[in-house]
């Protein structure tokens, strides 16, 4: 058998980002020694009875001693707290690397207590689903997707490309950028739309005139396609929305903007202005079809391989 | 072979929804004989080409002449303007219907002209396909779907009934409730969300620091769940927006509210309002799930027919 990318890897943080992460290491054997820690007990004992890894422990500093990958898989808002209590422990030409939904508060939270000989390099893989917990996981869930690393100034080319070798076999292409475009980014194309979803999704809740069971009875008929992001784990998106505040409040005030706008046509009876929008964004819905990149996880897309562009 | 249901169908209009129309009519043999007109040439043309009926008219009333059962599908906002047109010639004892996404306007606009001895009741097939035009159609099109008939007082029991069976055979669930209802239901099961999809995208593609690649590259994040909705064809949803006008901006208002507090929130920090309000949504997606009714249009759901329920 070839030898493992890494001797040892710990994971602390083992809900669906991280126990995915456990089952595609185990299968792709990208670890000889899985170290798994998380605070909550009960986390634990499940991702022990899952068989997820080797050693199990509620001590992060205990998982991450050795570990020649540190994979820090915590809401964004706890991984400053992880970095300190870990840094001690952490080897020498350890990579340190986290899956974070934002990276410029996740770099300023971790990186001042990354010890000197440590490569920490952010980064982002780009998953989509509405499940959280070690029993959602599954080891194909970096299959066809992007993630995106920020690394930063200095960064060991070396320690990189290993950590390029690593994402890729677990089925990833790899981008990488700069921390802030990434938060601008993915304040487009995945924060905002989560907060529109949970918005309508809370607002239609509270409806009197129309029932619960008639939205969900109808719901085909456009609403649905707002549940699944309206889905997602609660946990994880207040922290996402905290951590990539700026950039979210910029999203939202331009939504807002555009949506009062068009409001006023709606009243105006204006439906030139309604044609003109709804025509370019049908122009750009068709785009989507055809651009190379696209990595669909429903089947309403087909299904195109992005290219893998190297750091 | 068995008696069709209708002697002669007559479809007013024949893009998406009447050409699907003409094909589940033939196939199921509804209709002895089936007679398409509209005023476009280009698609009357195109409709003869594909040979999806009898014969093919750009003269309304001669398609009309001695029908049974007329079906408008033409953007409600020029329904109004068709039943002036067709009334004179309409068969006594025919039964006019409609697919129009609103209900109130276009009652408004068709029952004057409607004569004494023709059935007028009002309906709406639930489907959800962001395609448009007679190749655009399909016989399936009315499968697992609901239509939302709204009769009106007085409506003449066996007409209604047999109007249910006519849609029934294409495959539908039927419900029945009033024009004023239904307005308010589709307002926010269907209006609300293509109205944020198409306001969302058209923003998106208006941002500078994020390029159309970036987003359409990353879309998978989240932003794609709203590209079907606005994608959805220009032509009718202007009209549909205007002609449900009063409970769209009731919604609008209703959405606008909840994001302004829930933007507070971000913007004070607010982590525990956020997780309430994810919380509860999620509870909601999660009981999609369960409820009967649901008519998925795409694998993300479960198929579950809903029960036919006969007015």
Redesign the interface.
């Known amino acids: 058998m070839s030898k493992p990318l890494f001797e040892k890897i710990a994971l602390v943080g083992i809900g669906l980002i991280g126990s995915s992460l456990a089952r595609v290491i185990s299968r792709e054997r990208l670890g000889g020694h899985i170290a798994i820690t998380t605070r909550s007990a009960e986390t634990l004992k499940r991702a022990e009875d899952l068989k997820l890894g080797d050693d199990y422990t509620a001590e992060a500093k205990e998982a991450v001693r050795g570990a020649g990958l540190v994979i820090v898989s915590v809401p964004v808002g706890a991984s400053g707290a992880v970095v300190e209590e870990i840094a001690p422990v952490l080897k020498k030409g350890a990579i340190l690397t986290d899956v974070g939904s934002t990276k410029a508060s996740v770099i300023a939270q971790m990186q001042r207590f990354v010890p000197e000989g440590v490569h920490f390099i952010p980064g982002h893989p780009?998953t989509?689903t509405?499940m959280s917990g070690p029993d959602a996981g599954f080891a194909e869930l970096f299959e066809n997707?992007?993630c995106i690393l920020t690394p930063l100034e200095g960064t060991d080319p070396a320690a990189l490309e290993k950590l390029c070798q690593f994402w890729r076999r677990c089925g990833s292409s790899i981008d990488t950028m700069d921390p802030q475009?990434h938060d601008?980014?993915?304040a487009?194309?995945?924060?905002?739309?989560?907060?529109?979803?949970?918005?309508?999704?809370?607002?239609?809740?509270?409806?009197e005139?129309?029932t619960?069971?008639?939205?969900?009875?109808?719901?085909?008929?456009?609403?649905?396609?707002?549940?699944?992001?309206?889905?997602?784990d609660?946990?994880m998106?207040?922290?996402v929305?905290?951590h990539n505040?700026e950039a979210?409040?910029e999203?939202?005030a331009?939504?807002?903007e555009?949506?009062?706008s068009?409001?006023r046509a709606?009243?105006w009876?204006e439906?030139?202005k309604?044609?003109d929008?709804?025509?370019?964004?049908?122009a750009?819905?068709?785009?989507?079809g055809q651009?190379p990149?696209?990595?669909?996880?429903?089947?309403?897309?087909t299904a195109v391989q992005?290219p893998t562009r190297l750091p």
């Open positions: 780009l989509g509405e997707r992007w475009h601008m980014t993915l487009i194309v995945s924060h905002l739309p989560h907060i529109i979803a949970y918005n309508i999704v809370g607002m239609a809740d509270d409806l005139a129309v619960k069971c008639e939205i969900v009875k109808y719901s085909a008929s456009g609403f649905r396609d707002f549940t699944r992001l309206a889905g997602s609660p946990t998106w207040p922290d929305c905290l505040r979210i409040l999203m939202l331009r939504f807002s555009d949506l009062a068009l409001q709606i009243r009876g439906g030139d309604l044609f929008l709804f025509t370019r964004t049908r750009i819905r068709r785009s989507m651009e990149g696209i990595q669909p996880s429903s089947g309403a897309l992005g």
